[in-house]
């Protein structure tokens, strides 16, 4: 089978809500169950979008990132929010493509840049994201769009 890259949509929420649980543990974040109101406001695409990655019918990863708006940038910029994969599902590149489809809609929604934060407990992960044009500049990520 191959992975698929989608929009999430609402039935979508408790497999998301798993996996950032995933992602709280790995980063020492507390989280409780993921609001139903704020996952419906980030489906909407209107202020953000949230991106699952399927194989088989089974979300095994998701990216959410959220669009900004800044004078700097005459208009918006995108900023990652969370990505997390599956254990299970790890080296199948679900994360590049996570990443390459919300690199997607930043360009098409029109931002002039992408940016992430690189906490100490994802310290590791810069590797990986320089090899989709990301640079580090402080303690984030960016790269222009």
Do not use: W
């Amino acid at each position: 089978m191959s992975v698929i890259v989608r929009l999430a949509k609402l039935e979508d929420q408790l497999r998301c809500s798993e996996l950032l649980n995933v992602l709280a543990k790995a980063t020492s974040d507390s989280h409780e169950i993921l609001d139903s109101e704020t996952f419906k406001d980030l489906i909407s695409n209107e202020r953000g979008s949230l991106v699952v990655a399927e194989e088989s019918r089974k979300v095994l990863g998701m990216a959410s990132i959220s669009f900004n708006l800044a004078l700097r940038y005459n208009g918006e910029y995108c900023q990652l929010e969370e990505l997390v994969v599956d254990q299970d599902a790890r080296g199948k590149n679900v994360g590049g493509l996570l990443i390459e489809e919300t690199i997607r809609l930043a360009k098409k929604r029109g931002c002039q840049e992408f940016g992430l934060y690189i906490l100490e407990s994802t310290k590791h992960n810069q590797t990986f994201y320089e090899k989709y044009g990301f640079i580090k500049v402080g303690e984030e990520m960016r790269q222009p769009l």
